[in-house]
T-cell receptor
């Protein structure tokens, strides 16, 4: 069955701490991978995406993610978080040429000032 | 400005009273989709449309209908809403090429069914 698993539902960090949010997927065939962010009261915004090529993807606001095909993982990282990174983060996958997108349950990040 | 708009943004209704949530995009995207967001479950795809007059079910289509008569509009219809359809709904449109896709989300519609 197609699924996306995000390891942590809630993460609390202090400013300047490093961040890594886990994402594992189950999806047949070639995949496209995404991380979205949802700030409080706002709609989803794309942070970064992977389609092919370099498995280390850089996105906006200093975020990056690494696609490890052998582990079916696409973890999100940021070396130093800020208070303004407080938000909910969603990992998502769809198949190349397909139209169904599967989202993870989300990880709520709270950054203490 | 490129955007996806949804109306209404907030809606309170009663069980069984038909309602429609509109979605419109101004980016000439072929692909549009509806999601519902529930705590602990993330976003689940309700329906999607690959182009005008072409729609298909997502993961949770029961109790919903859609139509795609024009490229820019993709309304979500609840013929007989029930309390378990209380949720936050997002419409999205995307530009898809052979090598990549980017989805643009609307601001969301918060629905309460009493």
């Amino acid at each position: 069955a197609q699924s996306v698993s995000q390891h942590n539902h809630h993460v609390i960090l202090s400013e300047a701490a490093s961040l890594e949010l886990g994402c594992n997927y189950s999806y047949g065939g070639t995949v496209n991978l995404f991380w979205y962010v949802q700030y409080p009261g706002q709609h989803l915004q794309l942070l970064l995406k992977y389609f092919s090529g370099d498995p280390l993807v850089k996105g906006i606001k200093g975020f990056e993610a690494e696609f490890i095909k052998s582990k079916f993982s696409f973890n999100l990282r940021k070396p130093s978080v800020q208070w303004s990174d407080t938000a909910e983060y969603f990992c998502a996958v769809n198949g190349a040429g397909g139209f169904k997108t599967i989202f993870g349950a989300g990880t709520r990040l709270f950054v203490k000032a | 400005e490129a955007q996806v708009t949804q109306n209404p943004r907030y809606l309170i209704t009663v069980t069984g009273k038909k309602l429609t949530v509109t979605c419109s995009q101004n980016m000439n995207h072929e692909y549009m989709s509806w999601y519902r967001q529930d705590p602990g479950l993330g976003l689940r795809q309700i329906y999607y449309s690959m182009n005008v007059e072409v729609t298909d079910k997502g993961d949770v289509p029961e109790g919903y209908k859609v139509s795609r008569k024009e490229k820019r509009n993709f309304p979500l219809i609840l013929e007989s809403p029930s309390p378990n359809q209380t949720s936050l709904y997002f419409c999205a449109s995307s530009l898809r090429t052979q090598v990549q896709e980017t989805q643009y989300f609307g601001p969301g519609t918060r629905l309460l069914v009493l």
